[in-house]
């Protein structure tokens, strides 16, 4: 009998489901394992992963310090035995640390906005001004848009960063892009340009789907695949959605590299199963 993959995630929801769709239509078993249910032994890694083909991450529940450092334990030790691992640890480490990605891009000169985290308000206040009074402040860790607030004036920022630093939280000051009301997400897989849309945010100046934008097909403009590819290669991700905005001055700025990326919006948009190339390519099917 052919190893299963494994699909770890926190549920059973729609792009778990496509995936376990695309694995069956491919003769190729899969589990779908949450999180919450792995577990190591004195050998390392859960005896479920040592029976695996490899492992396709779907989610990265919340948790603990010390349950989500154990899930991360658990994938890093079964990437060290050699089992597939999509995306690789470092990647989904690196990638849903926003700071993290953006000073690796930014260190190695991609362009990103002009970014400043702290952890005092006072700080902050003063990256408020740096930055040109026209910020956005992002939560660490999250996805969809949600928990992003953009500023403009000074008594704003000041509440916003007092109320963050009394909750303990990092603060991660970001200067607010001037782009068209749309942004553009550029899906790739293992080195290419696999798909991209458009989304377009109407009054709100987030463009997330989740977050009401409309999504529309897109194809890349050649910079902004090459920036897509360079990022995703930078972090490590096999697979990523990488976000990026054009300012008024025709100018590419690359604000996100997911290492989890959804698809259902893409889907929808353009049509292309994406769930059917994930699979293939952890198959080892040719595109």
Not at 10 to 36: K, M, Q, T, Y
Not at 50 to 67: D, F, N, S, W, Y
Not at 230 to 247: C, P
């Amino acid at each position: 009998m052919n190893q299963p993959w494994i699909i770890a995630a926190s549920n059973r929801g729609w792009h778990v489901r496509d995936l376990e769709r695309a694995f069956a239509a491919r003769g190729a078993p899969c589990i779908v394992a949450p999180f919450a249910s792995l577990l190591g032994d004195h050998q390392g890694t859960d005896p479920l992963l040592r029976r695996a083909a490899g492992v396709m991450v779907r989610t990265i529940p919340g948790g603990t310090l010390e349950q989500v450092v154990l899930r991360m334990d658990l994938l890093h030790l079964a990437a060290e035995s050699g089992l597939r691992v999509m995306n690789s640890p470092r990647a989904l480490e690196g990638c849903v640390d926003k700071f993290l990605t953006t000073a690796r891009l930014g260190r190695a000169g991609l362009p990103v906005p002009p970014t400043l985290c702290c952890q005092t308000s006072a700080q902050a206040m003063e990256a408020f001004d740096g930055l040109g009074g026209d910020i956005v402040f992002k939560p660490l860790f999250g996805s969809e848009g949600r928990g992003m607030v953009r500023v403009t004036d000074r008594e704003s920022a000041w509440r916003v960063a007092t109320t963050l630093e009394r909750l303990g939280a990092a603060l991660y000051l970001q200067a607010f892009v001037r782009h068209p009301g749309w942004d553009l997400r550029v899906f790739t897989l293992a080195g290419r340009v696999l798909t991209a849309m458009t989304r377009h945010g109407g009054q709100d100046w987030r463009t997330n789907v989740a977050q009401g934008a409309i999504a529309r097909p897109a194809t890349p403009a050649a910079e902004a695949a090459s920036l897509a590819l360079e990022a995703a290669s930078l972090m490590g991700a096999t697979m990523a959605g990488v976000d990026l905005l054009i300012d008024g001055q025709g100018k590419w700025w690359i604000i996100e590299v997911n290492a989890v990326p959804g698809w259902r919006g893409l889907t929808e948009a353009t049509g292309l199963d994406v769930a059917a190339a994930l699979v293939d390519h952890a198959l080892g099917n040719k595109p």
